[in-house]
């Protein structure tokens, strides 16, 4: 299935009239830059390109009151100073004669994204519109938002499809009140805003942005704000907020469909967001998300207004969503202090309302933000020269030709768009010898040295990116690692994340150099850390507890993943070790994120049953959503919070509180 793309030129047929130094930066040219860029770049062609639709009165009324729409209904008849007059009751924001009709083209978007992916026609979709919505409140205009586009699409979920449960990722870098009011107590929809804050200095200013701010009665805990208290947020700032608290809450909720406040002003260059986060980070924010749901992914665009980083973060989002794998992440150098207090604060303000976070760390003082912070952190000095914040543009990569290969014993089925790694391959003898005697030693196991040096082609052409990713299925995995590892690892520039999933002793050392990071799902108890580079992650009675596995790789692999940065990653299913095949495709959908999706799954030859799953996540199929989680067995809980607690020092990505001692 596809990935829907709606964008009509006469949501550029409004502007600003007059002169407000607060709406100026929100003009036409935004929708244009972006849409360009899609064309240019070959994205929109391959996307299915939906026509808009009006909203109607009754899909506007889903979410607004009748005297709200009623007046806005008045502004294409209005004079300028009747406009200017009508404007000046709320913040921000300003009208037009033809707003109206966008306003409602807009919200119309975003409910024929919802048909669409609802109806199956599409798996997901972008809506490039304006005026955004996320501001409006059921009777105001606020912060040039006239309806409330991501509001009504849900309500109109709920209505025609009787969706359970929804959610809403808010990634633009303003609250999106409007959104939290109309949900504020209504446990089917879960809200997550990120935004800057200030401690309440930056605009909308508002108390009710703040982290303490969980949802009322039955919406308690579904109501997640994560306030940015300083400027200069960066893509692991971003990405810290998405393992340790979006991403567990999301999957303890198991949305059935997933809705994106798509704005764009959280990355550098945005005057409003001040923000330090490059464009590439969009491709990963949007490709974690794509594992929930089912992969029901509707992204509504809000704000974004510098008109160079805004259609690259554009073009980062579409591309994940046709199924692209998502660039390598540039220098990750871990969370900074204040966006740790802000992640500590939100946590500890929800881990009564959800189990994975149960374990979460209280911070008794934990005054809300609008307090000084008490960790006296140097003042931002405000004189700081305003210089143009420069980036450099992710490169263009192209998906390889091949997404996914399989390597089967001769009699083995290769899965339907997998390519197939026969063994007829034209093998380098220097390869052969070279695998004779350091692998094979002396044995005559001609079936072996042919697997082995299949795999060391399917490892040439991943990093050549001729082959996107693969799977093999071999007799002996204790030589097919060593082989992947030493062949992968040798090259000057690479580093091997080998995700082993299973019980055995990992057949190789992880010396110290960093080539190799090893993180072993184990069922055996753990004895002390040998190294930073191997890591057991211990958890009971053979993985039959879902939700732990969930937690440990959500807040413990992937972070540990995205700092390590890996050039290949090699999952590895020792022993039959019984995971359900759903949570197996959660694991390498998510891990496909790394590597720019260079992912090579070995197992064993007999595990035929798991060859149709993991190729189907190799190639960017979303997996089926697990269902709401349970609670994790507090056993796995601890084991995986000291694993933390004591990897910390090691790897910044682990850490979810300011307090770094
Ligand atoms: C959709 C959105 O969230 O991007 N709207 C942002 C509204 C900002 C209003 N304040 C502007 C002040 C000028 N510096
Ligand atoms: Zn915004």
């Known amino acids: 299935m596809g990935t829907a793309l709606i964008y009509d030129e006469e949501m550029t047929n409004y502007k600003l009239l007059w002169v407000d130094p607060a709406c100026k930066i929100e003009v036409p040219e935004r929708l244009t830059v972006s849409y360009e860029a899609l064309v240019k770049s070959g994205l929109a062609d391959r996307c299915v390109s939906l026509p808009v639709r009006e909203a109607t009165d009754a899909d506007i009324l889903l979410v607004h009151s009748e005297e709200y729409l009623e007046a806005v209904k008045k502004t294409p008849y209005m004079t300028l100073e009747d406009l200017m007059d009508f404007c000046s009751q709320y913040g921000d924001v300003y009208f037009h004669p033809n707003i109206y009709h966008c306003a409602k083209l807009a919200a119309g978007s975003a409910l024929q994204l919802v048909d669409s992916v609802m109806m199956g026609k599409v798996r997901n979709g972008m809506a490039l519109v304006r005026p955004p919505g996320h501001h409006s409140m059921r009777n105001a205009a606020s912060g040039f938002c006239v309806f409330n586009n991501v509001a009504i699409a849900a309500q109109y979920a709920k209505q025609k499809y009787a969706v359970e449960r929804i959610l809403i990722v808010d990634w633009d870098i303003h609250h999106g ?309 030493q062949h992968a690892a040798a090259a000057p520039m690479n580093r091997v994340l080998v995700v082993y999933v299973g019980d055995g002793v990992v057949p190789f050392h992880t010396n110290e150099d960093g080539k190799t990071l090893v993180v072993q799902f184990t069922t055996q108890k753990s004895e002390e850390i040998q190294s930073k580079y191997l890591i057991p992650v211990c958890l009971q009675k053979d993985y039959s507890d879902i939700p732990g596995f969930i937690q440990a790789t959500l807040s413990l692999l992937l972070p540990l993943g995205y700092e390590y940065d890996p050039s290949l990653v090699v999952v590895v299913q020792t022993s039959g070790c019984g995971l359900s095949h759903n949570v197996w495709q959660q694991l390498i959908g998510l891990l496909r994120g790394l590597a720019q999706g260079h992912t090579l799954v070995l197992m064993q030859e007999d595990q035929n049953a798991y060859v149709g799953p993991t190729a189907s996540s190799l190639l960017g199929d979303p997996a089926p959503p697990l269902g709401p989680l349970e609670a994790p067995l507090p056993e796995n809980v601890e084991s995986t919070e000291k694993l933390r607690l004591r990897l910390k020092a090691d790897w910044n990505f682990l850490l979810t509180t300011g307090n770094v001692k």
């Open 177 to 485: 009140q409007g959104v939290q009011d109309c949900f504020e107590d209504d446990p089917r929809v879960l809200y997550f805003s990120w935004h800057r804050y200030e401690h309440q200095k930056f605009w909308p200013n508002l108390r009710d942005s703040d982290f303490d701010r969980v949802g009322n009665e039955k919406g308690a805990g579904f109501n997640v704000n994560v306030p940015w208290n300083k400027v200069g947020m960066k893509n692991s700032d971003y990405l810290s907020v998405f393992c340790h608290l979006f991403l567990p809450v999301a999957y303890e909720f198991c949305p059935d469909l997933v809705l994106v406040c798509a704005g764009f002003d959280s990355a550098i260059g945005d005057p409003e967001g001040e923000m330090c986060a490059t464009p590439d980070i969009f491709a990963h924010l949007t490709h974690l998300l794509m594992n929930l749901a089912g992969g029901k992914l509707c992204a509504v665009l809000e704000g974004g207004y510098n008109l160079t980083s805004l259609p690259q973060s554009v073009c980062q989002t579409v591309q994940t969503l046709l199924g692209d794998p998502a660039p390598r992440p540039a220098n990750l150098d871990g969370p900074c202090l204040s966006a740790l207090e802000s992640l500590h604060c939100v946590r500890s303000a929800h881990k009564k309302y959800w189990s994975c976070l149960k374990h979460a760390a209280d911070l008794p003082t934990c005054e809300v933000s609008t307090k000084r912070n008490k960790v006296g952190e140097e003042e931002i000095n405000e004189e700081q020269s305003k210089q143009e914040p420069v980036w450099r543009e992710c490169p263009k990569t192209l998906p390889p030709d091949i997404s996914a290969a399989a390597l089967l014993p001769d009699d083995g089925i290769c899965p339907e768009r997998c390519y197939s790694l026969k063994s007829s391959e034209d093998l380098d003898p220097s390869i052969v010898n070279k695998l004779k005697e350091h692998i094979l030693k002396d044995t005559e196991d001609c079936e072996t040295l042919s697997t082995l040096s299949r795999l060391t082609v399917l490892i040439d052409k991943m990093e050549k990116n001729e082959i996107g990713s693969g799977l093999a299925l071999v007799k002996d995995i204790s030589k097919a690692v060593i082989c992947v590892v």
